[in-house]
T-cell receptor, first 112, second 113 residues
């Protein structure tokens, strides 16, 4: 089945700097890649997603890139702010399947 | 409708007791999912409903676990004879269609003593 690896497990950056989180997936049939942000005591919140027919997608300070050949995708957060501190999860979904397979998560800390 | 609603938010129970959680998805979403999340890990898929039909179950869902969605609206997840290893956050999610964004609820945190 699908397996998603996420790195790093923890990331600390200065406020205003950029943060990058990387994920790799194993099943070439995966075609949908969402990113979720989870704050303490809350459920995961979808922040951006990308489909396999697109190489890059941007939404204000957040962008996601996808390399289908290498089977990896990345989350980029620019001009980080304290409220960006949270745990971020990548996920992948195989074409036609219903479930999401999640990475292990990255705890992002923004230092003021 | 403001999102996926889960009740209770927290449940503490003694080993061997039965527990039941409820999920109310976004009203127009016909797909409903249950995931389990343990500390420091990503959510793991448990089961999926399309309307009232349970179409997929993970191997993680032992015989002690049962999920229902009787009228294609809310869903319940029951755990019988709870074990300490069942302690986790149980997340419910819903989506409008295959490949549509999946929206998660806040979860029910279960602690088995």
């Amino acid at each position: 089945g699908e397996n998603v690896e996420q790195h790093p497990s923890t990331l600390s950056v200065q406020e205003g700097d950029s943060a990058v989180i990387k994920c790799t997936y194993s099943d070439s049939a995966s075609n949908y890649f969402p990113w979720y942000k989870q704050e303490l005591g809350k459920g995961p919140q979808l922040i951006i997603d990308i489909r396999s027919n697109v190489g890059e997608k941007k939404d204000q300070r957040i962008a996601v890139t996808l390399n289908k050949t290498a089977k990896h995708f990345s989350l980029h957060i620019t001009e980080t702010q304290p409220e960006d501190s949270a745990v971020y999860f990548c996920a992948a979904s195989i074409r036609g399947a219903q479930k999401l397979v999640f990475g292990q998560g990255t705890r992002l800390t923004i230092n003021p | 409708d403001t999102g996926v609603s889960q009740n209770p938010r927290h449940k503490i129970t003694k080993r061997g007791q039965n527990v039941t959680f409820r999920c109310d998805p976004i009203s127009e979403h016909n797909r409903l999912y249950w995931y389990r999340q343990t500390l420091g890990q990503g959510p793991e898929f448990l089961t999926y409903f399309q309307n009232e039909a349970q179409l997929e179950k993970s191997r993680l869902l032992s015989d002690r676990f049962s999920a229902e969605r009787p009228k294609g609206s809310f869903s319940t997840l029951e755990i019988q004879r709870t074990e300490q290893g069942d302690s986790a956050m149980y997340l419910c999610a819903s989506s409008l269609a295959t490949g549509a964004p999946t929206v998660f609820g806040a979860g029910t945190r279960l602690s088995v003593l």
